[in-house]
């Protein structure tokens, strides 16, 4: 065949806010999985998170979790690559971003750690029926100075996240990885950890060529992992730096896009 890796961003390109996997997405992943493919999901997401929609998808095999930070079998528990904020920016970046009155969280083994819970916690924690641990920090810095968090992750308004982001990314250049992952949402991983560079390091220890790869995403931070794969889909409603770089454009989770375009691109050409 000739796609024999399939990475899916998985919040808004497998499943839209209703959390559910649509039949058709379901029934042409299974297809491509019986023709002999392997799939993967990439996403901002803990791996706990990530779990059950990997179990439903049938997936066996390592995840990529965190922005690419994190790669590990969620059933084997086997980690393949793993590379924290390192303590020193760590502390630097909740600093800044408590200081200026923005939320922020830090991820330690698949737990938060929070300077507070409000509206931010309960916006968050929407986005999964699991429900991670929390705990809440009187000085989240000095956590995240003695436990090194896997990825931050900050809340504000919409309109905000946009300045906060592009601020952040200034001050950070060549330090850290700072991308958007929803209207809300700006996330910081070590830098290069991007769902690229992971989606590039796992196919290499799968022993599959570049060429033989595909990669379906909707946001910002999907942008390496389109442009890095041999085929790249984006989401049509995604930004403009996304579709730049897309050989394809699919339509969204709530039209079962995903679905046709696996059946389109990948089993067409099986």
């Not at 800044?96 to 938060?112: K, M, P």
Request: net charge negative; proline share 4%.
């Amino acid at each position: 065949m000739r796609y024999r890796l399939l990475a899916l961003d998985l919040d808004g390109t497998i499943i839209g806010r209703d959390l559910v996997i649509p039949d058709g997405t379901l029934a042409a992943l299974r297809a491509f999985q019986s023709q002999g493919g392997r799939v993967t999901i990439a996403t901002g997401r803990t791996l706990r998170t990530t779990a059950p929609f990997a179990d439903e998808l049938g997936i066996d095999g390592p995840l990529i979790c965190y922005q690419g930070a994190l790669i590990q079998d969620h059933r084997s528990g086997q980690v393949l690559f793993h590379e924290p904020v390192p303590p020193a920016l760590a502390v630097e970046a909740v600093k800044r971003l408590l200081d200026q009155g923005v939320y922020v969280h830090a991820y330690i083994n698949d737990e938060l750690y929070v300077p507070w819970i409000g509206r931010e916690v309960e916006l968050y924690q929407t986005f999964s029926s699991v429900k991670l641990a929390v705990h809440v920090v009187d000085d989240l810095a000095a956590v995240v100075a003695e436990r090194a968090p896997t990825k931050l992750l900050f809340i504000e308004d919409e309109d905000k996240v946009g300045p906060r982001l592009a601020g952040l990314q200034v001050h950070f250049v060549e330090r850290l990885h700072v991308v958007r992952s929803h209207a809300h949402f700006g996330e910081l991983t070590a830098l290069g950890c991007t769902k690229g560079r992971a989606l590039e390091q796992l196919a290499t220890a799968l022993n599959i060529s570049q060429a033989e790869v595909a990669a379906v995403g909707d946001h910002y931070n999907d942008v390496e992992m389109v442009s890095w794969a041999g085929l790249g889909l984006a989401v049509r409603t995604g930004p403009t730096e996304l579709l730049a770089q897309a050989q394809g454009l699919i339509d969204p989770p709530e039209q079962a896009g995903l679905g046709r375009a696996i059946q389109h691109y990948l089993l067409a050409s099986a």
